[in-house]
C-alpha cells in the first residue's frame, strides 16, 4: 500500500484522512446538549513545494447521537493556515496543584474546550491537552477558529495533490 501512494497522488485520488494521522485538535462539546464540534487537522501526503505542506482539516459535529463529517484543508481554505498559526501561539497554562488555586470560579455547567497539539521544548518535541471551560484563551480559540472555518467546510474529502 505504501508503494502504491506516489501512483495514486500522481493519478488525483482522494486520499482517506481516516486512515491519516491527525496530528492536531480541538472540541467544544457543551454539557447540556447541543452542537458538539470536532476539528482533527492532519497533513496531506506529499508536497507542492519543499518545505511546504497541505493540512487537511476533519469537522466532526455530533448532535443527538448522529454525526455528520465535513472535510476543508489549506489549498481552499486560507483561514485553515490562520488556526494553525494561533494555534501555534497558544500559549500552555501555568501548572498549578488545587492548594494553589485561590479565588478561582467553579462551572458546573458550560462548554468543555480542548486542545491537543504538539509541542517544542527545545529540540525536543511532545504533545500537550489543554481542558477548560468558557472565559479561557483557549475556549476563546476554539470557538473564534470554528467561526472563521464555518465557509470553509464542504461534504467531500480534499482531493490529493
Same mark, same amino acid.
Given at each position: 500500500?505504501?508503494?502504491?501512494?506516489p501512483?495514486?497522488?500522481? %493519478?488525483? %485520488?482522494?486520499?482517506?484522512?481516516?486512515? #491519516?494521522?491527525?496530528?492536531?485538535?480541538?472540541?467544544?462539546? +457543551?454539557?447540556?446538549?447541543?452542537?458538539?464540534h470536532?476539528?482533527?487537522?492532519?497533513?496531506v *501526503?506529499?508536497?507542492?513545494?519543499?518545505?511546504?505542506?497541505v493540512?487537511?482539516?476533519?469537522l466532526?459535529? #455530533?448532535?443527538?447521537?448522529?454525526?455528520?463529517?465535513?472535510?476543508?484543508?489549506?489549498?481552499?481554505?486560507?483561514? =485553515?493556515k490562520?488556526?494553525? =498559526?494561533?494555534?501555534?501561539?497558544?500559549?500552555?497554562a501555568?501548572?498549578a496543584a488545587p492548594?494553589?488555586?485561590? !479565588?478561582? %470560579?467553579?462551572?458546573?455547567d458550560?462548554?468543555?474546550?480542548?486542545?491537543?497539539?504538539p509541542?517544542?521544548?527545545g529540540?525536543?518535541?511532545?504533545?500537550a491537552?489543554?481542558?477548560?471551560?468558557?472565559?479561557? +484563551?483557549?475556549? =476563546?480559540?476554539?470557538?473564534?477558529s470554528? !467561526?472563521?472555518?464555518?465557509?470553509?467546510?464542504?461534504p467531500?474529502l480534499? *482531493? %490529493?495533490?
Open positions: 500500500m505504501l508503494l502504491m501512494m501512483l495514486m497522488l500522481a %493519478a488525483g %485520488a482522494t486520499f482517506d484522512p481516516q486512515s #491519516s494521522f491527525a496530528w492536531a485538535e480541538f472540541s467544544a462539546d +457543551p454539557s447540556r446538549g447541543g452542537e458538539a470536532k476539528v482533527e487537522i492532519g497533513t *501526503p506529499g508536497r507542492t513545494e519543499p518545505g511546504e505542506y493540512y487537511w482539516l476533519r466532526t459535529t #455530533s448532535k443527538g447521537g448522529q454525526d455528520v463529517v465535513s472535510y476543508a484543508d489549506t489549498r481552499t481554505c486560507s483561514a =485553515a490562520e488556526v494553525i =498559526a494561533r494555534m501555534e501561539g497558544l500559549g500552555v501555568q501548572g492548594h494553589n488555586w485561590g !479565588n478561582i %470560579a467553579i462551572t458546573a458550560g462548554t468543555l474546550y480542548r486542545v491537543r497539539m509541542v517544542k521544548y529540540d525536543m518535541t511532545g504533545e491537552t489543554l481542558r477548560t471551560n468558557v472565559g479561557t +484563551p483557549v475556549a =476563546a480559540f476554539v470557538e473564534q470554528l !467561526n472563521d472555518l464555518r465557509p470553509c467546510w464542504r467531500d480534499p *482531493p %490529493a495533490r
